[in-house]
């Protein structure tokens, strides 16, 4: 068997394997949506995440303060984040996320990555409160956020000036 053929079987055992653990995890609690809401913030975020798509929307709706979360980090798993974000429902989700993005941005650490991905995520999800992030970013004392207040403005559409932001 070469190398390559090895490898392939491997991968086989792995996938069982995958699936016997994902068959044995919701077969045996009554506490899905609190284990994977926890585990978006820790190491195991990417099955988390994956996990979630599998939830009903009421539930998924329950995560929004980890999506934001983890959508706000430059990480392997942010564009995941974003996508789940968007299935939130529009509507509701502009309802919602004014609080998130005063939550991240006041943070004493808040810094330029949090301020870049969050900018991208309301490019995507909720360009209404663009403005205000951008707006935000030019006040910052630290010139690696007010570039990308400068960044994101590439962003900002006219119809979206004068909206609500976050402030």
């Known amino acids: 068997m070469s190398d390559l053929e ?68 430059d990480s392997g798993d942010t564009q995941r984040a974003w996508r789940l974000i968007e299935g939130l429902g529009e509507e509701w989700l502009a309802d919602q996320l004014s609080g998130e993005i005063d939550r991240i941005l006041e943070a004493p650490s808040a810094t330029y990555e949090e301020f870049r991905a969050l900018g991208d995520l309301l490019a995507r999800v909720a360009p209404q409160f663009l403005p205000s992030l951008i707006d935000r970013a030019r006040r910052s004392d630290d010139p690696d956020i007010r570039d990308v207040a400068d960044d994101l403005s590439t962003h900002s559409r006219p119809e979206t000036e004068g909206n609500p932001g976050t402030e």
């Open 6 to 73: 090895t490898a392939f079987e491997h991968l086989v055992r792995a996938e069982a394997a995958y699936y016997d653990a994902r068959r044995a995890f919701w077969g045996h609690t009554d506490r899905h949506l609190a284990i994977v809401i926890n585990a978006i913030r820790g190491s195991g975020r990417g099955t988390a995440l994956r996990e979630l798509e599998h939830f009903p929307l009421d539930q998924r709706r329950k995560a929004l303060i980890e999506l934001t979360w983890a959508g706000s980090f």
